[in-house]
């Protein structure tokens, strides 16, 4: 049943804690009511207490929807623990209401018998029925499969920051901070480290700062003092045993960037990177402007999609290498210059960070529905690489991939990300750049016997020459060039040549690739779960799971989808049957039924969310006949 607490002075002993391998945490609210920044303090501070973490913002697409509508609320998510954590956690242990709605939202997300810590003091008349109560759920019955934890956020609040000399308004906006402090006692994390933040943020407004940290030290507090019966206990989650080195979170956003950065420079070329703001991409425009300065970077806002990417290609013809970044809807505006960096084989580096469609469609929400854009969406036999990165982490060893690739073979490669990886954070062991194998991009300097389209016989490569260099004047463009010279050409067979000789570069990509393993289970057997992107982690959390069970099932994740490794086919024949869990109505099972004739069978989900482990360990149960 719902309680209400009160401020006693007993103070609960530390050693009650209980120990805890993992927990879920997830803090809902309004839009304006900061809970991105909560839930990334709360991810800072898990992280340096030691925990692996995986985290996951959900919030909604308007910039500012009614304030106490459902349309507005904004969520946070952090699966956190002493154990290796692989998605950012199915249903929460521990959920945090700020207003009606978000309960409303959120509710059926939380464990049965899970934590509910809500803000009675926000549930006004009004407010409910704005979120679309017909009655006060804390007063009836609903919620009583639930540990409810009802506090008057607002009014303690307010009681903390008075001091302060804040307005009332202000005063409000810190319930963020108090709700955090309660959920720092509760996991027992230092929020010494907060403090110096909400000092450093606020330097300019010291009583916001004070207010802040008033808050904060309250709701730590209120943790400390309260006696509600068993209700509110302290727990405790041991650091996890992770590789040392020097760690820090990152976002899938800010891998690519620093991904980016190295690629360029293992290539020892300039970076060139031309974007226009589109939702989820941007964060990679934003992490790179503010790295720009010192470290070979150039970062260019075009007026639209169309100026971005053809910026990077002539960036790329003069010598750097370029990279454009957008969404689908963004990738499809680009398409046309996309069959110019082709014909004109230059490298390029094109980013696109997936979400739901079509059209405008979910744009804070992830899908993974440009799979078959990514491969097949241009004019004419337009060839791309296309790599699929699988975790925020990942993201910075598939830039570098990226752009090896594309200086290697002069061929544009697309990378699939998608909102939850651009979005999400989890802990990154930061790598020794000197340990990373260079390429060094090769310019054509030597004027004898040049011809522009001469081949690498290992990579299909044309020579790149940087414009200007003496000797080497040669034609450029997207009308059709001859096999050698260069000179623009009609002939039919030439055309012929030349179309097959650009398909054949991904035939060369393929042999330099690794040969794809099986990331868990066996290596043959009853089934395989093949997957692609950030469906990662909760294909392998869930097949990790039941083969420890000593289920027979497998599970092959894919970085490289064009072209795929030379092994894949012989390696999925190894299989009676094959699962495909996908963010679409089944993509990647077209392409490996069509390549491989292999009767893989798909498990789509296009909600906007991710999948659950939950919900691939049923359609693996449900296909190897075995009880859950």
Not at 41 to 55: C, E, W
Not at 264 to 282: E, G
Not at 558 to 575: A, T
């Amino acid at each position: 049943m719902t309680t209400t607490t009160t401020l006693p002075s007993r103070t609960a002993p530390a050693a009650s804690r209980e120990a805890l391998q993992s927990v879920v945490v997830r803090f809902a609210g309004d839009s304006g009511d900061g809970i991105q920044l909560t839930g990334n303090r709360f991810a800072s501070v898990t992280a340096l207490a030691g925990n692996d973490l995986a985290t996951f913002p959900d919030f909604p697409a308007e910039i500012r929807a009614p304030v106490g509508t459902t349309y507005g609320v904004s969520a946070f998510q952090i699966n956190f623990g002493a154990r290796a954590i692989k998605t950012s956690g199915d249903a929460p242990d521990v959920l945090v209401a700020l207003n009606p709605a978000a309960l409303k939202v959120e509710i059926g997300n939380l464990k049965a018998g899970g934590i509910l810590i809500v803000d009675g003091g926000s549930f006004s008349e009004r407010s409910l029925r704005k979120a679309g109560y017909a009655a006060n759920p804390l007063a009836d019955g609903s919620l009583d499969r639930y540990r409810v934890i009802q506090v008057d956020v607002s009014k303690l609040t307010l009681e903390a920051v008075k001091s302060t000399g804040v307005s009332q308004a202000d005063g409000l906006q810190c319930r963020n901070m108090w709700t955090l402090g309660l959920v720092y006692w509760m996991f027992d994390r230092d929020r010494s480290v907060t403090a110096a933040w909400l000092k450093k943020r606020f330097a300019d407004h010291p009583s916001i700062a004070a207010a802040n940290l008033a808050a904060l030290d309250a709701g730590h507090a209120f943790g400390e003092t309260a006696e509600i019966g068993g209700t509110l206990s302290g727990y405790s989650v041991a650091p996890a045993a992770l590789e040392p080195g020097l760690y820090r979170t990152i976002t899938g956003g800010e891998a690519l960037a620093w991904g980016l950065i190295a690629g360029a420079h293992l290539a020892a070329l300039k970076l060139f990177f031309a974007s226009y703001p589109i939702t989820p991409a941007s964060p990679v425009l934003h992490a790179l402007a503010r790295l720009s300065n010192g470290v070979g970077v150039s970062t260019f806002q075009a007026e639209d999609e169309i100026a971005a990417v053809c910026a990077a290609i002539g960036a790329s013809y003069a010598g750097a290498i370029g990279v454009t970044s957008s969404s689908g809807p963004g990738l499809a505006l680009k398409s046309e210059a996309l069959g110019l960096a082709v014909a004109a084989e230059l490298p390029l580096v094109v980013l696109n960070t997936q979400r739901a469609g079509p059209s405008t469609g979910l744009p804070t929400k992830t899908e993974q529905s440009d799979l078959l854009q990514a491969l097949y969406g241009r004019h004419g036999e337009s060839p791309v690489a296309v790599l699929a990165a699988r975790a925020p982490s990942d993201c910075f060893d598939v830039a570098i991939e990226a752009i090896r690739i594309a200086t290697r073979h002069m061929i544009p490669v697309i990378v699939l990300s998608d909102g939850y990886i651009a979005n999400a954070a989890q802990p990154w062991l930061v790598p020794d750049i000197g340990t990373l194998t260079p390429f060094p991009a090769r310019f054509h300097t030597d004027p004898e016997d040049f011809q522009p389209f001469a081949r690498d016989p290992a990579t299909l490569a044309r020579p790149w020459v940087v414009p200007g260099t003496p000797g080497l004047e040669h034609r450029i463009g997207g009308l059709e060039k001859d096999a050698l010279t260069g000179a623009i050409s009609y002939a039919p067979s030439n055309h012929q040549q030349m179309v097959e000789t650009r398909a054949a570069k991904l035939e060369r990509i393929a042999r330099a690739i690794p040969p794809q393993t099986v990331d868990t289970g066996p290596a043959s057997g009853n089934l395989a779960v093949v997957g692609w992107g950030s469906t990662y982690g909760p294909i392998n959390r869930a097949v990790t799971t039941l083969v420890e069970r000593g289920i027979d099932v497998a599970h092959i994740h894919l970085r490289h989808l064009n072209p795929l490794p030379p092994n894949l086919g012989e390696l999925l024949r190894g299989y009676r049957h094959i699962l495909v869990p996908e963010m679409n109505m089944g993509q990647l099972v077209q392409l490996l039924r069509s390549e491989y004739l292999v009767p893989a069978e798909g498990l789509n989900k296009i909600s906007g969310q991710p999948f659950r482990i939950e919900e691939i360990e049923a359609a693996i149960l449900a296909r190897t006949g075995e009880r859950a």
